[in-house]
């Protein structure tokens, strides 16, 4: 099983930038796929999931990005993206893509990919 984080780069304060997983190996297509960060110096930190459920699908983001930051899942093609916008400095961090099952409350993340650098300048 392996997950591939692609995108990531450098900006400006206020720019966009997007980065993609794509999973392969196994199929994620009940499972739940999200995305974590990790800035110098800082613990690992949610972003964003996304999940599957029976009205489709959902999602959750950390207090910090909600509005601007928009996660999307293509089950077909065992991908997920995180698009991000009006980016900060502070979002500068590593970004690291994730899958696992659901549990009843966020999921079990077991499986991780090697991650993105994502870096923001004022």
């Known amino acids: 099983v392996q997950l591939q984080a692609s995108g990531g780069g450098s900006v400006q304060a206020g720019g966009s930038l997007r980065v993609s997983c794509a999973a392969s190996g196994r199929t994620f297509i009940s499972y739940a796929m999200g995305w974590f960060r990790q800035a110098p110096g800082k613990k690992r930190e949610f972003v964003a999931a996304?999940?599957?459920?029976?009205?489709?699908?959902?999602?959750d983001y950390a207090d910090s990005v909600k509005g601007r930051f928009t996660i999307s899942r293509d089950n077909a093609k065992n991908t997920v993206d995180l698009q991000m916008n009006s980016l900060k400095p502070e979002d500068t961090a590593v970004y690291y893509c994730?899958?696992?099952?659901?549990?009843?409350?966020?999921?079990?993340?077991?499986?991780w990919g090697q991650g993105t650098q994502v870096t923001v300048s004022s």
């Open positions: 996304a999940f599957v459920t029976w009205s489709g699908g959902s999602t």
């Open positions: 994730a899958a696992g099952p659901q549990l009843r409350v966020g999921a079990q993340y077991d499986y």
